[in-house]
């Protein structure tokens, strides 16, 4: 995966049959089974892959327990059927995680009993394991830093944990591998129509360089999640709120707040939204919150009320209790939830099902969906297409296509932090042993080392300190102050590989401390 590489091939390539706009997961999925099918396809994300939402999830590939409660059982079983497909497509990084449940009176212990029972279900042959009612004595082995003080009895169910960013940047491998061209820092500034309103193709300019490019193709894809409404902005006479942004904030503390290998789940908080607490490379992930927001950002920041909601609701749940000085790193995402139709409903009432729009141009939009579903999203949208006539019908074939790094076969070692590569473990060895500098750890208080950051620039197209810190090595996600102390380090790595001079590096440190501000609680920003 290499940019110099992918521009030549954008240069040499008169016609496209797929151009996608937006390299989260819905893009890089429909990447991936569109040139699966044997469809040239190339994919154009304006920062970088996983930059917005896709890396800001709260880890998990699931069915999702409160769309049961809501009874949206279409959603939760399709969700159910994806995660197993995930589990077996991307091994190296969707893992098995138990999860408990405390109860704190006796009628939840009883509904969550059973309607986990039907979760279990609605799983099928793609079970993670079935879910167990739980003595008080057993739920305290457990969670041993569960809140005791009026303790009932738990239940433990299993649901999927994954590395979202880490995902994205496979299945952008992946799409590579089966021949597409996928460029990050190149953005989409109009759309190209003929004089009968009929979108060919679109102009978008290298962020790098400044270069326009057109570029035609037989069908363009709108999956720009929180910034969808802009790009209908370009398509549309009149303008219409297709989505609409909520946010999720997430904190992040350290593991002796939730010892052991089991998640914490909170089914029902005091305002009715759900609460996990989830183990995550060696750290612990508490969220979320849901907030309807005005308008989008790339880098959105924790509202005060949202961190105080976590840890109020952290500190209720848990004997040693976390505060605002625990707190490593806070990150928020933004959800493109598809708008309603009444306007002022609430973000617990919008449907996280995907919707497709097939405009009267051409363009064909993908809005809501989650990273659980994502390769069924994908399968849609290319349906779409073959269905409106603008592609040769091909099936899918993404089922049980493995994604890059994953092997079957080979038993995952999670004690041993570079798991997460997969089948590309042993060439960040290979890399460590022919350069041994490289073998130095990129921070004392954690497991990353200098060789990361060289494989993230050389084969998954790093390009700034927030690329590799961010969403390839993830530590400005699990301790934003290590990441900072390490910036002009990471900073020095890539002006050497890419051949940047000292204003490049002076400017990147500034920017990538402007961009971790966020990841700090309020009184350090």
Known sequence: ???????????????????????????????????????????????????????????????????LEQGNVHLVREALKERGLLAQNAGHLVKNQSFVIPNYNWFSSFIYTIGLKIYDLLSGFLSLGSSKYLSKKKTIEMLPNV???????????????????????????TAVEKDACVLNYIKVVNLLKNDKNQIIGVNAIDQETGTSYDIKGSVVINATGVFTNAIMKLNDKVYKKYIVPSQGIHLVFDKSFLPGEHALMIPKTKDGRVLFAVPWHNRVVVGTTDTLIKKQSLEPIALESEIQFVLETAQRFLAKKPTRSDVLSVFAGLRPLAAPKEEGKSTKEVSRSHKIIVSETGLITITGGKWTTYRKIAEDIIDKAILKGKLPKKLSNTQHLAIHGNKPTTPIDRENHLYIYGTDISKILQLQENEPELQE??????????????WAIRYEMARTIDDVLARRVRLLFLDARAAIEVSEKTARVIAKELGHDENWITKEIEDFKHISKGFFLSEFR
């Not at 091939?9 to 040139?35: H, M, P, R």
């Not at 396809?41 to 409160?66: C, P």
């Not at 809140?147 to 491998?173: C, M, P, T």
């Open 1 to 67: 995966m290499n940019r110099s590489e992918q521009l030549s091939k954008l240069q040499n390539t008169e016609k496209w049959d797929v151009i996608i706009i937006g390299g989260g997961a819905s893009g890089l999925g429909t990447a991936v089974d569109a040139a699966s099918r044997g469809y040239k396809t190339v994919l154009f994300e304006a920062v970088d892959f996983a930059k917005g939402t896709s890396s800001r999830s709260t880890k998990l590939v699931h069915g999702g327990v409160r769309y």
């Open 147 to 173: 809140e005791q003080n009026g303790l009932i009895n738990g239940v433990i169910y299993h649901d999927g944990q994954f590395d979202d960013s880490r995902l994205a940047i496979n299945l952008a491998q």
């Open 441 to 454: 750890k990129l921070h004392p208080n954690h497991e990353f080392t200098m060789a990361e950051v060289v």
